[in-house]
């Protein structure tokens, strides 16, 4: 019987050094998403999130999101409280950047080199954000805006008894520091474990709150659990299926004739998925319904603009709200897709290459094609998103669900993807181990 990648990989010994490393980082996260900041009364944070979490989440999606990336340390007020959103922002802002910055697009160009100017950049970026979201969440705890108002005993002077200065910036350079040793530990990851760290963690704090949500629903009624778990086998299915989903442009190199030696004439193809944006559509639609509830918080006098957010915009169940989130999802899946695969500069990198795509003729015609069969499945590739995304949200209204439903969504995309692709690793190194060859 053939044993599973798994087994074999801890069979391996140098790829169970590799596992068992990525094991101690993740417990180090863990442990660091617990302890709470220097400032914090623990018996006080401890007893509002545990309130927050029983009686649906934090208010806002974006609110609820960053809560979710952070394995409800967020809630916390713990030294990883911003967990790995500010790096993900600033990963963000750095790839759009390449756009519209030349310099950084000569930089992307570059090589290895540039590359890590790049990442140098991103940290950077990544501190700068850290700073700010701390500074933010900080505020929000004092003034007693972090919980629902009608949560009894958690205002600012429950959770931060000594609000003086010195103690407010102690809290934000220990909040800052937790943002570098996630980027570290992440790092780390990539360099001495298996997959790409920063997905891992990410993985790691949404898997960390799903056995609350599910329990949460389990003490609600458990036909609704039931009902909940056949749906997410579903769902995930679905997604496993969609994920893996890609047209293969067939792609045939000319033969060339170099010195007294011909080269090319072999034959690949040009990977498209069909969700070739990934998850960050969602985080961008997310972020852009977040600012009309920003925005009520600071122009409180005018009553109309604030009561149509509250009334509209603000609850996740609500028709208007669901309306413009998936036409978000929609229109930013297109805008990314649009930004990270340029037809013309692949169909200039295939024609210096000597490669054609048979029956279509190099240089425009080919960026033509390229462009009318990316278009094609990015169309199903953003409804599927956003029939994704909205799945959490009808769940709300429909099980009374938490605000995170643990199966739709942001948490099911990045939990199915960073699975499927830490998966891939672990077999890809496995073929290089122990492959026989063709005489066996």
Same mark, same amino acid.
């Given at each position: 019987?053939?044993?599973?990648?798994f087994?074999?990989?801890?069979?391996?010994?140098?790829?169970?050094?590799k596992?068992?490393?990525?094991?101690f980082?993740?417990?180090?996260?863990?442990?660091?998403s617990?302890?709470?900041?220097?400032?914090?009364?623990?018996?006080?944070?401890t007893?509002?999130?545990?309130?927050?979490t029983?009686?649906?989440?934090?208010?806002?999606n974006?609110?609820?999101?960053?809560?979710?990336?952070?394995?409800?340390a967020? !809630?916390?007020?713990?030294?990883f409280?911003?967990?790995?959103? @500010?790096?993900?922002?600033?990963?963000?802002?750095?790839?759009? /950047?390449?756009?519209?910055?030349?310099r950084f697009e %000569?930089?992307k160009?570059?090589?290895?080199?540039?590359?890590?100017?790049?990442?140098?950049?991103?940290?950077?970026?990544?501190?700068a954000?850290?700073? /700010?979201?701390?500074?933010?969440?900080i505020a929000? #705890?004092?003034?007693?805006?972090l919980?629902?108002s009608s949560?009894?005993?958690?205002?600012?002077?429950?959770?931060?008894p000594?609000?003086?200065?010195?103690?407010?910036?102690?809290?934000?350079f220990t909040?800052?520091?937790?943002?570098?040793?996630?980027?570290?530990?992440?790092e780390?990851?990539?360099d001495?474990?298996?997959?790409n760290?920063? *997905?891992? !963690?990410?993985?790691c704090?949404?898997?960390?709150?799903?056995p609350?949500?599910?329990?949460?629903?389990?003490?609600?009624?458990?036909?609704?659990?039931?009902?909940?778990?056949?749906?997410?086998?579903?769902?995930?299915?679905?997604?496993?299926?969609?994920?893996?989903?890609?047209?293969?442009? @067939?792609?045939q190199?000319?033969?060339?004739?170099?010195?007294r030696?011909?080269y090319?004439?072999? *034959?690949?193809?040009?990977?498209?998925?069909?969700?070739?944006a990934?998850?960050?559509?969602?985080?961008f639609?997310s972020?852009?319904?977040?600012?009309?509830q920003?925005?009520s918080l600071?122009?409180?006098?005018?009553?109309g603009?604030?009561?149509?957010?509250?009334?509209?915009?603000?609850?996740?169940?609500h028709?208007?709200?669901?309306?413009?989130y998936f036409?978000l999802?929609?229109?930013?899946?297109?805008f990314?897709v649009?930004?990270?695969?340029?037809?013309? %500069?692949?169909?200039?990198?295939?024609?210096?290459a000597?490669?054609?795509?048979?029956?279509i003729? @190099?240089?425009?015609?080919?960026? %033509?094609?390229?462009?009318?069969?990316?278009?094609?499945?990015?169309?199903?590739?953003s409804?599927? /998103?956003?029939?994704?995304? /909205?799945?959490?949200?009808? #769940?709300?209204?429909a099980?009374?669900?938490t605000?995170?439903?643990?199966?739709?969504?942001t *948490?099911?995309?990045?939990m199915?993807?960073?699975?499927?692709?830490?998966?891939?690793?672990i %077999? *890809?190194q496995?073929?290089?181990?122990?492959?026989?060859?063709?005489?066996?």
């Amino acid at each position: 019987m053939q044993l599973s990648a798994f087994t074999r990989a801890f069979r391996t010994p140098d790829l169970r050094k590799k596992l068992l490393f990525v094991l101690f980082i993740i417990v180090v996260f863990r442990i660091g998403s617990i302890i709470p900041t220097p400032g914090v009364s623990y018996k006080a944070i401890t007893h509002c999130a545990n309130l927050a979490t029983t009686s649906g989440g934090a208010n806002g999606n974006v609110y609820g999101l960053l809560n979710l990336f952070s394995g409800g340390a967020l !809630l916390r007020l713990s030294v990883f409280a911003l967990g790995i959103m @500010p790096y993900i922002t600033a990963s963000i802002i750095i790839q759009l /950047l390449t756009v519209v910055i030349p310099r950084f697009e %000569e930089l992307k160009k570059e090589g290895a080199g540039g590359t890590t100017k790049l990442t140098q950049y991103t940290r950077y970026l990544t501190i700068a954000l850290g700073i /700010l979201e701390a500074t933010g969440y900080i505020a929000m #705890a004092r003034f007693g805006q972090l919980f629902p108002s009608s949560s009894p005993g958690c205002t600012g002077d429950d959770i931060i008894p000594n609000q003086s200065i010195f103690t407010i910036v102690v809290m934000v350079f220990t909040m800052t520091a937790g943002v570098s040793v996630i980027m570290w530990l992440g790092e780390l990851i990539t360099d001495r474990g298996i997959g790409n760290g920063m *997905s891992i !963690l990410i993985f790691c704090q949404i898997i960390a709150v799903v056995p609350s949500q599910l329990g949460a629903i389990y003490s609600q009624s458990k036909f609704k659990f039931a009902i909940v778990m056949i749906i997410g086998v579903a769902i995930i299915a679905a997604v496993v299926f969609v994920e893996q989903a890609q047209r293969r442009i @067939p792609l045939q190199y000319a033969k060339r004739m170099i010195g007294r030696k011909m080269y090319g004439g072999s *034959s690949t193809y040009v990977p498209l998925k069909v969700n070739q944006a990934g998850v960050i559509p969602v985080i961008f639609a997310s972020s852009l319904l977040y600012l009309p509830q920003l925005a009520s918080l600071i122009w409180q006098s005018n009553q109309g603009f604030v009561s149509f957010v509250n009334r509209y915009l603000v609850k996740g169940d609500h028709p208007l709200y669901m309306g413009i989130y998936f036409v978000l999802i929609l229109f930013f899946t297109f805008f990314y897709v649009s930004i990270t695969f340029n037809p013309v %500069e692949v169909a200039d990198n295939m024609k210096k290459a000597g490669g054609f795509i048979p029956g279509i003729r @190099p240089g425009r015609p080919t960026a %033509e094609y390229l462009d009318f069969v990316l278009t094609r499945i990015t169309t199903p590739g953003s409804l599927y /998103l956003g029939v994704i995304s /909205l799945i959490p949200l009808i #769940a709300i209204g429909a099980f009374q669900a938490t605000q995170q439903f643990p199966f739709g969504g942001t *948490s099911i995309l990045i939990m199915v993807g960073v699975g499927l692709d830490t998966v891939k690793q672990i %077999e *890809s190194q496995l073929q290089q181990r122990n492959y026989a060859g063709f005489l066996r």
